[in-house]
């Protein structure tokens, strides 16, 4: 069983940034991808990074440029740092762990997620 807990989730004004983490255990964080997903009230959930065992990041084109994931295999810990923050960007925001090193950008691809952090962007 893979235990993940989010952190680092708050308010913020538009523009600015926040660093979110998520701590994971359970099984060799290493081999694993990692990714991270938002809701915003009343829509979906949707896919915004994800980071695979060896390091080869991507994005959703809405986050693209503005946040980066990043991964520290020693301390077991993934990472998603948001700046240029907007409003639109306001949601909870999930951490998930990969089925595989290379998971992809469907909620199907991951088969743990941790509890959610809330991101507030206010304008």
């Known amino acids: 069983q893979v235990q993940l807990v989010e952190s680092g989730g708050g308010l913020v004004q538009a523009g600015g940034s926040l660093r979110l983490s998520c701590a994971a255990s359970?099984?060799?964080?290493?081999?694993?991808?990692m990714g991270w997903f938002r809701q915003a009230p009343g829509k979906e959930r949707e896919f915004a990074a994800a980071?695979?065992?060896?390091?080869?990041?991507y994005y959703a084109d809405s986050v693209k440029g503005r946040f980066a994931i990043s991964r520290d295999n020693a301390k077991n810990t993934v990472y998603l740092q948001m700046n240029s923050l907007k409003p639109e960007d306001t949601a909870v925001y999930y951490c998930?762990?990969?089925?595989?090193?290379?998971?992809?950008?469907?909620?199907?691809?991951?088969?743990?997620w941790g509890q959610g952090t809330q991101v507030t962007v206010s304008s």
């Open positions: 998930a762990a990969g089925n595989s090193w290379s998971s992809g950008n469907y909620s199907n691809d991951y088969g743990y």
């Open positions: 359970g099984r060799t964080f290493s081999s694993y991808a």
């Open positions: 980071i695979w065992s060896y390091g080869y990041e």
